[in-house]
């Protein structure tokens, strides 16, 4: 199954899943350009420069998923060497899943098992119901939890895990479902982690919208914790980093 990304398509979606946002945003900022009238000119200057930092704040991050979306490379896995021993390939997401056909033209000779640990009572957020919605789930996806992935041990080359992990928000959670990756990965496999991270360019990007993701030192704890050893971080943009994991040791 080929499939080739539209232009745009990464910022469009922003906008398509998470149009209540920008509506009332923009409905804020208009009601506070058109009430600062009724003040004094004092009052009137901070109003129009809070509607200003709010404004060129929602431009700023629209602009930046445009450059990590659609114009950075993320999707063609560039950082991607597939192997003539890789079989087995498994893709997890969380509801909303971008990836997996182009995962599986990438790896046009080996299996690809798609998982989503998607639940709906824990990830109650309307953008991922609407995403679900636009896209439908790539043939054969099963359904999981992120303490079970219902695979046998040992059994998987690559493991991918884009733009989701983040969603497993307990602490001991997001230790499990690492466990268990470790634990389908072949000795030789590798697991493929790809994240915003918490830092300072990501807050610069998103604001306050950058809590939403973790730092690379939680990362590394959880790593660590799931016995599972970093080999390599690949930074996509300022923005966006790959993590490659082994098994602790090789």
Same mark, same amino acid.
């Given at each position: 199954?080929?499939?080739?990304?539209?232009?745009?398509?990464?910022?469009?979606?922003?906008?398509?899943?998470?149009?209540?946002?920008?509506?009332?945003?923009?409905?804020?900022?208009?009601?506070?350009?058109?009430?600062?009238g009724f003040f004094n000119r004092?009052?009137?200057?901070?109003?129009?420069?809070?509607?200003?930092?709010?404004?060129?704040?929602?431009?700023?991050?629209?602009?930046?998923?445009?450059?990590?979306?659609?114009?950075?490379?993320?999707?063609?896995?560039?950082?991607?060497?597939?192997?003539?021993?890789?079989?087995?390939?498994? &893709? !997890?997401?969380?509801?909303?899943?971008?990836?997996?056909?182009?995962?599986?033209?990438? +790896? $046009? #000779? @080996?299996? =690809?098992?798609?998982?989503?640990?998607?639940?709906?009572?824990?990830?109650?957020?309307?953008?991922?119901?609407?995403?679900?919605?636009?896209?439908?789930?790539?043939?054969?996806?099963?359904?999981?939890?992120?303490?079970?992935?219902?695979?046998?041990?040992?059994?998987?080359?690559?493991?991918?895990?884009?733009?989701?992990?983040?969603?497993?928000?307990?602490?001991?959670?997001?230790?499990?479902?690492?466990?268990?990756?470790?634990?389908?990965?072949?000795?030789?496999?590798?697991?493929?982690?790809?994240?915003?991270?918490?830092?300072?360019?990501?807050?610069?990007?998103? &604001? !306050?919208?950058?809590?939403?993701?973790?730092?690379?030192?939680?990362?590394?704890?959880? +790593? $660590? #914790? @799931?016995? =599972?050893?970093?080999?390599?971080?690949?930074?996509?943009?300022?923005?966006?980093?790959?993590?490659?994991?082994?098994?602790?040791?090789?």
């Amino acid at each position: 199954m080929d499939e080739v990304r539209k232009p745009f398509q990464g910022v469009l979606n922003i906008i398509r899943f998470n149009w209540h946002f920008y509506v009332i945003a923009l409905l804020v900022i208009i009601v506070a350009f058109i009430g600062a009238g009724f003040f004094n000119r004092f009052t009137q200057t901070i109003v129009y420069a809070i509607a200003l930092l709010a404004s060129l704040s929602i431009s700023v991050s629209l602009l930046v998923s445009l450059y990590v979306y659609d114009l950075s490379g993320l999707y063609k896995f560039s950082c991607i060497n597939p192997q003539p021993a890789d079989n087995v390939i498994v &893709n !997890i997401h969380a509801g909303f899943d971008e990836t997996s056909a182009l995962l599986k033209n990438k +790896f $046009k #000779n @080996a299996q =690809l098992i798609v998982l989503d640990f998607y639940d709906p009572v824990k990830h109650t957020e309307i953008s991922i119901k609407r995403a679900r919605k636009a896209y439908p789930a790539f043939p054969q996806t099963k359904s999981i939890q992120t303490n079970n992935l219902q695979l046998p041990a040992a059994y998987a080359d690559k493991v991918f895990v884009i733009l989701s992990a983040h969603e497993i928000r307990n602490e001991t959670e997001r230790i499990i479902f690492f466990t268990e990756l470790n634990r389908i990965l072949k000795p030789t496999g590798q697991i493929y982690i790809t994240e915003h991270l918490r830092n300072t360019a990501n807050f610069l990007a998103y &604001n !306050i919208g950058f809590f939403h993701f973790y730092s690379k030192r939680v990362w590394f704890h959880t +790593f $660590k #914790n @799931a016995n =599972l050893t970093l080999v390599q971080q690949i930074k996509l943009t300022p923005f966006m980093s790959t993590f490659i994991l082994t098994k602790n040791g090789n």
